[in-house]
DNA sequence: TTGTATGCGTTATCAT
DNA sequence: ATGATAACGCATACAA
C-alpha cells in the first residue's frame, strides 16, 4: 500500500505543493484551469488525501465517535443506525466502539476515540457507570458530546432522553385499569437517571390511584436478571398480580419462570416490558411493551452534535425528550375484552398521548 | 482540549524530545532513572500519546476495522463482541463500521478505514456486494484482510466460515425424516457463497432420500423479504408442506403469512430456520432453527487477522469453518413424538453432528 | 497566482 | 546516555 502523496503530484505537474493542496482546498486563490488539471491529474494517479496527515495539521478529522454500552439487544444498533443516517450525509465518518457494560472499557473508548480527535463523540453510559466527573470533566474540557438514552446526571451537557416518566406512568396507569392492585417493578440499575425516571412514573400512577405499589427489584437489563428478581419473588412468597419490567428481555425472563411455576400469564400475573424489542409480539402470550423511537433518539442526537460542532461558540446545552407509545398485547389484558388480535403481530391496542 | 506533547515535558525536564521519546519506547538506551523520573512526570501532565502523529510516522495505526453489513439482527453484534475481546486482549482498539446493506455505503466504510490506516481488517460483506475485483484488489494489495460469514468467493483470502453445507444438509433432512416431501427453500441473496452453500446442502439431502425438492424463492433476510415469499408461494398455488428458510426473521415472516391464512404450522406446513435468533424460542410455534456459533466466529477471526498481521511474511491464507447445531423446536415436529418441552426455550432436542 | 518555509506530534538517524 | 534534526503528509502565513 504505498500511499500517493501531494508531493507525487507536485513532482509530476512541477508544481510545488502548495499549490496542490490549494486546489483541494478552494478557499485560496488558485487558477482555475491549474485546478483542474491537478485535480485532473489526481484522480488519474489515484491520489486520496491522507486523513491522519489532515488531522494532524487541522486538529479535526470529520469522524465522530459512538459509545454504546452494550450490543446485545437490537436498541443502541437501531440508535445507530439513525445516528449513522444524518452523519454520513454531513460527511462525517461514523467510528462506533460497544462497552460490554464495563465503566472500565467504556473510559478506554473514549480516550481511544478521542485520541483519534473525533469531532465530536455520542454517547450512552454502560449500567456501572459511577465515576461522574469523568464526564464532566470531558464535557467541560470542550469536547462537543452528545448522551443519549443512557445519560449522565448533570445539568450542562445535551442529552436526547426518552420520556421515560411519563411512559412508566402511562403503562403502570394500564396495568392499574386492568385492575392489578399488587405491581412488582423489576428497575434496571439505580444508578441511572433512566430508572430513577421511571421509578417516579410508576410511584405517580400509584398515587393518582391511590394505590400501594408493590416490590421495587434492582435487577438488571437480561433475561437471566429478570429470571432472578421474578424466582426471588415467589420463593418470598411475594406473588404480585403484575409485573413491570425495565425492559423487555427481563420481562421475558420473569414470564419464562412464571410459566415454569405454572403460574398463568396474564390471568395471575400481568406483564408489561419497555424498550418493545423484536421478541414482543413473538412471546406467549404476547407482551404488551412501551416502544420507543430508535432510530429518531440516533438523528435527534447526531443533529445535536452537528450543530453543536459547527457552532462551537454560542451554543447552549439542551436536552431533547422522546415520546413513545405502549403496545397493548395479551400479556397485560386481565379481563380481555377484545379478543380479536391484530394480524400482523398480536398488538390489540395502541396507546399515544 | 490543549494536548500535552512530548515538547511540553521536554521543557520541564530540561530534557531533549528524543530522549523523552525514548522513554515511551524502551528499545532505545536510556538510563532508568530519567526514563522513571520521564514516565513519572508524563503521569503527573497528564499527558497522552498522539496516536495520529504516531500513525503519520509509523505508517500503522494498533487499530482494526470491522466492516459489516448490517445492526438490525443480532448476529453481526455477538460476532464483533467475539472479535473485541481477542483483539482488545491483544492491545487492538476496534473501530466498527456498518454498511447498511448497501455496497457502495461499504466501499466507503472500507476505504475510510484505510485511509485511517488500520492495521487490518473484518469484514462481512453486503448481500449486494459484485465487484469482486474491488475486494481482490484489496486483498492482494497487502492490507491484512479476513473475511467472516458472509466471504467473498474467491480463493487466496482468509475466511473464516459456518458450514452452512453441512447443516443445511441435516436441518433438511431433519425435514425429510418428518415426512416432508415437498420442500420450499427460502434462499437469501444468490450472489453470497454462503446461499449457493446452503442450496447445495439442501438439494444433497433431497438427493440422499431421493425425494424431489420443492419450489427455490430467493428472497432476502428480512421478515417482510419472508412475508413476500410466502405470499407468492401460496398465491400461485404452490403450498408446500415445509419451509426451509435462510435465517429466522424470513422464516418468522413466512410463518405469519401462513398463520393469517389459517394454515397450521407445523400440521400442514412444517417451518425450519436459520442462523437462530433470540426470537426463535418465542415464536408461537418455537421455531427450530440451526444455531452457529457467533462468539466464536469472531475470536477466530480475529485470531486470523492477528496472525496474519504479526506474521505477515510467511503468511499462508486459510478458511477455518465453523460447526454449529440443530435445535429442534415446534415449528417443524410434523409428528408430535415427544410433548415434554425443555423448560428453558421450548427446545425439543438438539442435533449434534 | 504560485512558491518557500514552517509546524502539527512523533519517531529515527545521526552526532556528541 | 543524550541531543539535534530530518522525516511522515498536509495546510497555511508570508514572500515573490
Not at 393518582?208 to 436478571?225: A, L, R
Not at 386481565?334 to 403481530?345: A, E, G, H, L, P
Amino acid at each position: 500500500m504505498k500511499y500517493v502523496t501531494i508531493k507525487d503530484i507536485a513532482k509530476k505537474l512541477n508544481l510545488s505543493v502548495s499549490t496542490i493542496s490549494r486546489a483541494f482546498n478552494d478557499k485560496y486563490d488558485i487558477k482555475p484551469e491549474t485546478r483542474d488539471l491537478i485535480l485532473q491529474t489526481a484522480k488519474e494517479m489515484n491520489y486520496r488525501p491522507n486523513p491522519i496527515a489532515r488531522k494532524l495539521i487541522r486538529q479535526r478529522s470529520y469522524n465522530i465517535g459512538i459509545v454504546v454500552p452494550e450490543f446485545e439487544n437490537s436498541f443502541f444498533p437501531k440508535v445507530i443506525i439513525g445516528a449513522q443516517e444524518v452523519l454520513f450525509e454531513k460527511g462525517y465518518q461514523v467510528l462506533i466502539t460497544q462497552s460490554n457494560e464495563s465503566e472500565a472499557v467504556q473510559r478506554h473508548n473514549i480516550e481511544s476515540l478521542m485520541d483519534n480527535m473525533v469531532d465530536g463523540l455520542l454517547v450512552s453510559l454502560t449500567s456501572d457507570s459511577k465515576d461522574i466527573e469523568f464526564y464532566e470533566r470531558l464535557s467541560e474540557s470542550g469536547v462537543p458530546i452528545v448522551f443519549f438514552n443512557r445519560v449522565v446526571d448533570i445539568d450542562n451537557v445535551s442529552k436526547v432522553v426518552f420520556d421515560d416518566f411519563k411512559w412508566s406512568f402511562f403503562a403502570t396507569e394500564h396495568l392499574l385499569k386492568q385492575g392489578c392492585r399488587n405491581i412488582s417493578f423489576l428497575a434496571g440499575q439505580q444508578s441511572l437517571p433512566l430508572t430513577r425516571n421511571r421509578l417516579k412514573g410508576f410511584k405517580a400512577a400509584h398515587a393518582k390511584y391511590q394505590v400501594p405499589h408493590g416490590n421495587i427489584e434492582y435487577c438488571g437489563f437480561t433475561m437471566e436478571e429478570g429470571r432472578k428478581a421474578m424466582e426471588k419473588l415467589i420463593q418470598n412468597n411475594q406473588l404480585p398480580d403484575a409485573i413491570f419490567a425495565a425492559n423487555d428481555p427481563s420481562a421475558v425472563g420473569a414470564m419464562q419462570v412464571l410459566k415454569e411455576y405454572g403460574i398463568k400469564v396474564p390471568e395471575e400475573v400481568a406483564i408489561v416490558g419497555f424498550t418493545e424489542s423484536r421478541v414482543a409480539p413473538h412471546t406467549v402470550p404476547a407482551l404488551t411493551s412501551v416502544a420507543q423511537p430508535t432510530h429518531e433518539m440516533g438523528r435527534q442526537a447526531a443533529k445535536l452534535l452537528i450543530e453543536q460542532i459547527e457552532n462551537k461558540e454560542h451554543f447552549t446545552h439542551q436536552t431533547i425528550t422522546l415520546n413513545g407509545k405502549l403496545n397493548v398485547r395479551a400479556s397485560s389484558e386481565k379481563y380481555v375484552v377484545n379478543n380479536v388480535r391484530n394480524k400482523i403481530n398480536g398488538t390489540k391496542r395502541v396507546i399515544l398521548r
